[in-house]
């Protein structure tokens, strides 16, 4: 098995360098480039400008023809889940199977959750109550539910999904494991090592076999800016991660892939030998698009080093 490689679109403004916005160039480009997805971030109110997820991916899902469409990640708590689940299913009516679903509980903005009348020390419980009901709401039946966190009552909406996306569980904690291990199809962290990666595999694992449950599959969120001027690149990220997340670079360059090509495929490479089988890659700094063609020399890179030493670069091949 080889891993799947996605982008996200270039969705917010870290830099304010104001419009145009270029989702769609972002989305055909991705495509043309030969990556397997598009993704796109989720947040009503951050330190940056940020438009709406899923209407990005109904834009992308309109100029693409192959690439998934994923959101990196929901913030599914955050929203009222009959809205929410008619969002997604017009995704997939607009690009059936395309679909991918990422969620996370978020809270680092607790201004949004204020916005949105939600409490923030919640979001947890909202969360799992919303991926409780989300099957039902998407297969069109209709949904009844008094929880501790969350009441609904939903008729059955049309057009129905005739399947569950693939769900993707973000976070870094025990609770994201316990939830991915319940709920998801894949884990989708981000700032780890690939140490600390694939040793809490290991233990998502475990909470999926005591389920009774396939094991997850091991994605991975990566911040990178690929320049073979090193000190550029770490200008580049710095500015970025100040204008998006109010954080120092210093907090996170030792899990952001920085560098040139090399540099970056050998930092890539260690994820998918860590179990890795899905990239979902965060171009920083300026020229979003530009970034995706280096990164395409680095998934060449990457596959290239695969096919001489299978064992050691695929994580789906066998030691």
Known sequence: MTARWGVLLPTFDPLRAGGPWAVVEAARRAEQLGFDAVWAGDHLACPAPVLDAPTCLAAAAAVTERVALGLSVMLLGLRQPAWAAKQLATIDALAPGRLRLGVGVGGEFAEEFAAAGVEVRRRGARLD?????????LRGRPVRHAGRSLTLDAPALEPAMAAMPPVLVGGRGEPALRRAARFGDAWLPMWLTPEVLARRAERLGELADERGRARPALALLLGVRVDDDLAAARR?????????YRMDLDAIERWTALGGVDAVAEMVAAYLRAGVSELVLMPLGPDPLGQYARLAEVRA???AATIEHPSVRDPGATA
Not at 130 to 137: H, Q, R
Not at 236 to 244: C, K, T, V
Request: charge should be negative.
């Open 129 to 137: 109550e919303a991926l409780g009901v989300l099957p039902d709401l």
């Open 236 to 244: 580049a990220a710095a500015d970025h991660m100040r204008g998006q």
């Open 301 to 303: 890179r990457v596959e």
